[in-house]
């Protein structure tokens, strides 16, 4: 097979016309875009370049005219526990009071600290402490004109008393509607005889590079305004079950908490809620709690003051490229579930552990918190179908969503390391759970070597294994079997329910091949 090439762009003309028609070129701005549209010897055409039509704004002053009156400082007045003190004045000693009665400490201090903890000498009578008061500081944002206005939970956290200062200087009382620590937002109002100016929720999510201006009370300083882009949407950063923030590089500070992020049109697309920084100022990464969320918590808070959730009752964790190649899967998406709990919306349906949940009413879950998110957006009672792929093929399964309840535990597990056997192929060894008083189920693990697969999957000695490759084990020759069978069948990974701690959860080891 023969090699066909072309001419170099320009190869036919001398070398001083090229140097003219490149320094035209890059006059021109088109450097760099010499793609071919039509392959031609010795001709070629040049592709158009990417343009965008879209342009920075040239100041943001007509947004911030239009919005910053509707944001708002929030002072909070927290109450500090009274210590008891002595008339006069000294504290007292704390740990002496749960002393016995005949201890020789707490009879010198009845002697000379007084008849009673942090007593007086002499018989005097001691009294609490005035009150003391602490005062934080945060930001919102009025949503209505009759003064219901949004910050974040751990703004108002604790607090007795609310103080908010609008724009133009004029303070007003409000009342705490309701918080939600989970999502932290809060909902207070305003009781005046007068309409407050507001904003509204975007009805979309902003774009990556989208311009955003945020608008708060960093330091307490009051009204200040930043801006910045989006940099990054969906970002998981430990603060709760349902973290879905947006990234944003405007410079946000302490005291901004609570403070709207807006896009050029003057929508809340978020509330801002932390920032990272390891010096406590501004590094130009900052989280504000998306406005998709908000509004449905918000709303919900304006009901009734509460967040009522649905709930599904399954432990689950994230599909790794090792589990979805032992249960089938193409691709490594969706939730697991370690186990169905006990009473749950799920087990009644007939969830079970091993079970992939892929969609929620036709929407693709990408992981556990997209479903946690997902079942958390229905109320109680609601009916939901849940795509779930189970032994290699996918089905619907309807489930009656209950309300959000604390989440169970189950007892520790202990394993006294008799009766074992080694099983080779896994380099574990194991025993009966039911022989060593471990569990009633399930085999243990008892000790591993150095070079077990195992290890690197997380697997651990005390674990018990429940099931292998889907099927129950009580006895290592179990484990043993369906391992092998596991790897008889060309699979490159065994999947294991383990029990650790507590938590159910899926392991998938490495195998041998035949």
Request: overall charge negative; glycine content about 12%.
């Amino acid at each position: 097979m023969s090699i066909k090439r072309f001419p170099a762009p320009f190869s036919h003309l001398p070398r001083g016309s090229r140097r003219g028609l490149v320094a035209g070129a890059l006059a021109l701005g088109i450097a760099g875009a010499l793609t071919a549209q039509t392959v031609v010897p010795g001709q070629f055409a040049l592709a158009d370049p990417v343009r965008v039509d879209a342009a920075a704004p040239h100041d943001f002053s007509p947004v911030v005219a239009a919005v910053k009156p509707a944001v708002v400082s929030v002072r909070v007045k927290t109450e500090e526990q009274p210590k008891m003190m002595s008339s006069r004045g000294s504290e007292g000693m704390q740990g002496f009071d749960s002393l016995p009665d005949d201890h020789p400490l707490k009879r010198f201090f009845r002697r000379f600290g007084g008849d009673s903890f942090g007593g007086a000498p002499n018989g005097a009578r001691p009294h609490r402490q005035p009150h003391r008061y602490g005062m934080s500081q945060g930001s919102g944002f009025f949503i209505t004109g009759d003064g219901y206005l949004v910050t974040n939970e751990h703004v108002v956290n604790g607090g007795t008393e609310f103080t908010v200062v609008t724009d133009d200087g004029e303070e007003y009382e409000a009342k705490l509607i309701g918080a939600d620590e989970r999502t932290d937002l809060a909902l207070l109002k305003v009781e005046a005889k007068t309409d407050f100016p507001y904003v509204e929720f975007a009805d979309g999510p902003p774009m990556v590079g989208e311009w955003v201006v945020a608008v708060g009370n960093p330091f307490g300083l009051g009204g200040s305004v930043t801006a910045g882009i989006v940099s990054a949407r969906g970002r998981d950063i430990g603060a709760g079950p349902y973290d879905d923030f947006i990234q944003i590089d405007a410079p946000v500070n302490r005291g901004n908490s609570g403070g709207p992020a807006f896009n050029v049109k003057g929508q809340v697309i978020g509330v801002n809620a932390a920032i990272y920084s390891p010096s406590g100022g501004n590094v130009g990464i900052a989280f504000a709690i998306p406005a998709s969320t908000a509004s449905t918590v918000i709303a919900d808070l304006k009901d009734d003051g509460t967040v009522v959730r649905g709930w599904l009752g399954v432990q689950i964790q994230p599909v790794s490229k090792d589990i979805a190649e032992s249960v089938g899967l193409d691709q490594a998406k969706g939730a697991i579930v370690a186990e169905a709990q006990s009473d749950s919306p799920a087990l009644a349906a007939g969830i079970r552990s091993g079970d992939t949940i892929l969609s929620v009413d036709g929407e693709a879950v990408d992981g556990p918190r997209d479903l946690a998110r997902m079942i958390a957006g229905y109320p109680p009672e609601t009916k939901v179908t849940l795509g779930v792929w189970r032994d290699g093929e996918k089905q619907d399964i309807e489930v009656k969503l209950g309300q959000l309840q604390d989440k169970k535990t189950v007892a520790s597990l202990e394993q006294t390391g008799k009766d074992t056997a080694f099983v080779d192929s896994l380099g574990v060894e194991l025993a009966s759970a039911a022989k060593v008083g471990a569990a009633e189920s399930g085999v243990v693990v008892t000790d591993m070597a150095d070079d077990s697969p195992a290890i690197a999957k997380g697997l651990k000695r005390g674990d018990v294994i429940l099931e292998v490759a889907g099927k129950a084990v009580s006895e290592p020759g179990d484990v043993a079997g369906a391992v092998m069978s596991a790897s008889e069948s060309g699979r490159k990974a065994v999947l294991m329910r383990v029990e650790s701690n507590g938590t159910t959860r899926f392991v998938a080891v490495p195998v041998a091949k035949g």
